[in-house]
């Protein structure tokens, strides 16, 4: 196996994994979601807030991963092309080896163009690595804003037929303590009391 049979195999593989760590973090997205779902039915909305916050980051990484695994297919359908066309040139060579005759009336200027191909597509090739590398660096940091995890409570919250905004307000007021009885209550006493003279 050659060398270049080898990356290829390698790019493959690669792809294979990024797929599988996609599948994998579309899963925990599910399960996010699913976790996000019950702490607003339970009306716990911060914790709701970091589940959401949780679904959304696993929705970029499998983005994310879904995206490299996609760049890595195309250099490595490059690198098929390569080799395919090595192979090709080598089965031409042979059959020419064992043709003296068709070897002199070969055009020349085609088996450069053919050479000429073959090398510029191993630079389209380190241009697609480099382009390669660079996205993946940028793609490192992945935020979750605010916007996005207000919105997928709001479609988790529809899911689970529960009104959001009512219980995050009921969730976020403040519960008075009452110091005495007040007067609806001493009101209602008075009644009492009187009901029971009579």
């Given at each position: 196996?050659?060398?270049?049979?080898?990356?290829?195999?390698?790019?493959?593989?690669?792809?294979?994994?990024?797929?599988?760590?996609?599948?994998?973090?579309?899963?925990?997205?599910?399960?996010?979601?699913?976790?996000?779902?019950?702490?607003?039915?339970?009306?716990?909305?911060?914790?709701?807030?970091?589940?959401?916050?949780?679904?959304?980051?696993?929705?970029?990484?499998?983005?994310?991963?879904?995206?490299?695994?996609?760049?890595?297919?195309?250099?490595?359908?490059?690198?098929?092309?390569?080799?395919?066309?090595?192979?090709?040139?080598?089965?031409?060579?042979?059959?020419?080896?064992?043709?003296?005759?068709?070897?002199?009336?070969?055009?020349?200027?085609?088996?450069?163009?053919?050479?000429?191909?073959?090398?510029?597509?191993?630079?389209?090739?380190?241009?697609?690595?480099?382009y390669y590398e660079n996205a993946?660096?940028?793609?490192?940091?992945?935020?979750?804003?605010?916007?996005?995890?207000?919105?997928?409570?709001?479609?988790?919250?529809?899911?689970?037929?529960?009104?959001?905004?009512?219980?995050?307000?009921?969730?976020?007021?403040?519960?008075?303590?009452?110091?005495?009885?007040?007067?609806?209550?001493?009101e209602g006493l008075g009644e009492?009391?009187?009901?029971?003279?009579?």
């Amino acid at each position: 196996m050659s060398g270049l049979e080898k990356a290829l195999f390698n790019l493959k593989f690669t792809a294979k994994q990024l797929n599988r760590q996609a599948a994998k973090a579309g899963k925990d997205e599910v399960a996010e979601k699913n976790k996000l779902k019950k702490a607003i039915q339970q009306n716990h909305s911060d914790i709701a807030k970091i589940y959401a916050q949780n679904a959304i980051r696993k929705q970029n990484e499998k983005l994310n991963l879904l995206r490299l695994a996609s760049r890595i297919d195309a250099v490595s359908s490059r690198v098929q092309t390569a080799v395919t066309m090595r192979q090709v040139t080598g089965s031409m060579a042979n059959v020419v080896r064992g043709m003296d005759s068709a070897m002199k009336a070969m055009d020349l200027e085609k088996i450069s163009n053919v050479m000429d191909k073959f090398e510029t597509q191993f630079e389209d090739l380190d241009v697609a690595t480099g382009y390669y590398e660079n996205a993946t660096s940028q793609a490192t940091a992945v935020g979750t804003p605010q916007d996005d995890v207000d919105k997928l409570m709001s479609q988790v919250a529809d899911e689970a037929g529960v009104e959001l905004q009512t219980e995050m307000r009921n969730a976020e007021a403040p519960v008075k303590v009452a110091a005495g009885p007040s007067e609806v209550q001493e009101e209602g006493l008075g009644e009492r009391l009187r009901a029971l003279r009579n």
